[in-house]
């Protein structure tokens, strides 16, 4: 009798146990023609933890940029539902850039992976990171989106797979923060020129071609699309951001991407250099 009793609650815990190779991630969550899943992706730097916050598309659909452009909804994540969590920052790869008849969209195509940084309240106790996302996808017509997911992260109940691995090259290939300035992986901000009528011109070491340049304001909002300049010497990238009217007084944030690499920088006012 003890034997058998043994021989079922093995079984039991098998039943129970994770499958090998299985991968801490919530269920996709269908909202129209998008679906929405968290996927634990372990330790990152300084303590956090990395989840990637992972959106799928079906074909021809489209879904947003922080900063959309000429058209579109930026995407809105709320967390306050979440247990033993302090922080959540939101990591952005760098957006395709897309024109229409609206303008210029900054977008997602696919699948895109959002990394999230989590800083517990508790170091080393569980998290539950609970999150509901407000976001905007598009095929001819636009249409609102939401998702509510919520994953456990315990502190040892993560096990490595292909769905981390790729949070965590979705981490290494987001955009670089450097100073105005500096160069990460061949890229840089070389110059900022103020022109009479306001149109700031932006001048960039890329040293492969077909850089895009994605503009929004110091804090976050609406800046007008970056323009590229034809013609460009070797090794460099010009464009033009249409001002109309008065510069925005937290300055400019700048992400240039290229081939897969990309570095964000912060411009103040002060770093704008008026010409004629």
């Known amino acids: ?19 090998a190779g299985a991968e801490p991630a919530s269920p996709w969550i269908e909202d129209g023609a998008s679906a929405l899943r968290l996927v634990d992706a372990g330790e990152g730097e300084g303590g956090a933890r990395i989840v990637g916050l992972a959106i799928r598309l079906e074909a021809g659909w489209k879904t947003y940029w922080r900063q959309p452009g000429d058209s579109g909804v930026p995407p809105q994540f709320d967390f306050s539902r979440s247990e033993n969590v302090g922080e959540v920052t939101v990591v952005f790869p760098a957006p395709e850039r897309m024109t229409d008849e609206a303008g210029v969209a900054n977008v997602y195509h696919g699948e895109v992976l959002l990394p999230l940084k989590v800083r517990p309240k508790t170091p080393g106790a569980p998290v539950r ?134 570095i964000e920088v912060a411009a103040p006012l002060d770093a704008l250099v008026r010409t004629p």
């Not at 989106?145 to 993560?158: K, T, V």
């Not at 490595?160 to 923060?177: D, E, F, I, T």
């Open 129 to 262: 990171l609970a999150v509901t996302a407000d976001y905007g996808v598009c095929e001819k017509v636009c249409v609102p989106a939401q998702a509510q997911a919520a994953l456990e992260l315990a502190p040892d109940g993560f096990f490595p797979g292909p769905a981390a691995a790729a949070v965590h090259r979705a981490l290494a290939s987001a955009p670089k923060r450097v100073a105005f300035g500096a160069e990460a992986d061949g890229l840089a901000i070389a110059a900022i020129r103020r022109r009479a009528n306001d149109e700031i011109e932006v001048t960039a070491k890329a040293p492969a071609p077909g850089a895009n340049l994605f503009a929004e304001t110091g804090d976050g909002g609406f800046a007008p699309s970056p323009q590229p300049v034809p013609d460009a010497p070797a090794g460099e990238a010009r464009f033009r951001i249409p001002f109309t009217g008065a510069l925005p007084q937290s300055g400019l944030r700048l992400t240039l991407a290229v081939k897969g690499r990309a």
């Open 1 to 19: 009798m003890p034997r058998l009793c043994f021989s079922v609650l093995f079984a039991v815990a098998l039943l129970l146990a994770p499958s």
